[in-house]
């Protein structure tokens, strides 16, 4: 997304000490970041992000210079040299300090993990703004991410991560946490406004997203009379094979019966494609037909942190739940297609 203001597209750079300040922001979105440099003179300086950021990922390896003077910004290292116009300091905005008081700790790798798995549920449909969020909310065992894109709900839990307050937290600044500021340890803190995270690295500020969040917990039976346990190897080769066929207008049937699952895609004008994955299936019913967006199925599938897959299913019309064996922190509920 192109930000608004041309001064958006800059970094400001702050030079004091031995420290490098560098501090990146869409107003909805804020990356600080700090290194240790040496320092020939102090001063602060807004030079084009993009620019800036492509010059020196050219650069050979090896020490590299930034001096600032007559409007301009030189990049210099081991031979190359870049000159970018300078952007003004005055213009960018003013964010003050980050304040991470009463903020709680958490494990970098779970947190970044339980992350990404709850963002494949939410929506990138910016008119609908509630579902392009991941909802955290406390709970008694600590966290729970929950995003839904009304076609699906991915639902995850981070025990001992226990927060003050929920909020509704953008999913596309989420998703640059594990690029920009993630380390084995950090902060998390829910404001009135803003989610926050920090590290060593530096720290993410994220703007809430206002609105309800739509009661999703009532679309979570606690049971269901039909299940079927196969590999998630299998089951995403047999996809990736089905999707060769498939497109996202056109459903995978799956089958699920005594001795795993038939997976079975139809398209006119191509063909089809069918097979049989291993498993074992216990149900009140001798076998369920059901449909799914083989996209949606696969990136579901794809998230889950486990060896084995459990499809729960009710009847073809019903929202099915597809997770981990022997594991009930990730829940990935989705709607099926109807045929």
């Known amino acids: 997304m192109r930000p608004a203001q041309a001064i958006l597209q800059g970094v400001l750079c702050e030079v004091q ?34 620019l800036a950021s492509e010059a020196i990922k050219k650069m050979p390896v090896g020490a590299v210079t930034l001096t600032s003077g007559d409007g301009e910004v030189e990049i210099m290292g081991a ?35 339980a992350i990404a798995q709850a963002t494949v549920g939410a929506s990138i ?19 729970r991410l929950v995003a839904t894109d009304s076609y699906r709900l991915a639902v995850r839990k981070v025990p001992g991560v226990s927060l003050a307050e929920s909020g509704l937290v953008p999913a596309r600044g989420l998703r640059e946490l594990s690029r920009t500021v993630a380390a084995a340890k950090m902060e998390v803190s829910i404001r009135q406004r803003e989610a926050l995270f920090g590290s060593s690295r530096g720290s993410l500020t994220l703007r809430l997203i206002e609105g309800t969040f739509p009661n999703y917990r009532q679309l979570l039976p606690e049971s269901y009379p039909n299940r079927v346990v196969v590999t998630k190897e299998g089951l995403l080769e047999a996809l990736g094979r089905a999707s060769l066929v498939a497109e996202d207008h056109i ?22 494609e069918t097979e049989h994955i291993p498993g074992e299936y216990q149900g009140e019913a001798e076998d ?12 579901g ?21 597809i997770r981990g064996v022997d594991d009930d922190r990730f829940t990935y509920l989705l709607m099926p297609v109807r045929i």
């Not at 107003?27 to 001063?43: A, N, S």
């Not at 449909?125 to 966290?143: C, H, M, N, Q, Y």
């Not at 060896?307 to 019903?318: A, F, R, S």
């Open 251 to 272: 459903p995978v049937r799956l089958r699920l019966m005594e001795g795993g699952v038939e997976v079975t895609v139809t398209r006119q004008d191509v063909g089809g």
């Open 79 to 113: 031979g190359p040299r870049f000159s970018l116009r300078e952007l003004p300091v005055d213009e960018f905005p003013h964010l003050g300090e980050v304040d991470f008081d009463g903020a709680v700790a958490a494990e970098g790798d779970q947190l970044v993990a």
């Open 17 to 50: 000490g031995n420290k490098l300040k560098v501090t990146g922001t869409d107003l909805e979105m804020t990356v600080r970041t700090t290194t240790e440099v040496e320092v020939l003179e102090e001063g602060s300086i807004v030079i084009p992000a993009r």
């Open 301 to 321: 599938v794809s998230a889950i942190d486990s060896d084995e897959v459990q499809i729960e299913v009710t009847d073809g019309l019903k929202p099915s739940v």
């Open 288 to 299: 369920v037909m059901i449909a799914f967006n083989p996209r949606y199925l696969t990136e």
């Open 125 to 143: 449909d910016s008119a609908r703004p509630i579902l392009t969020g991941v909802l955290f909310e406390k709970d008694d065992e600590g966290l």
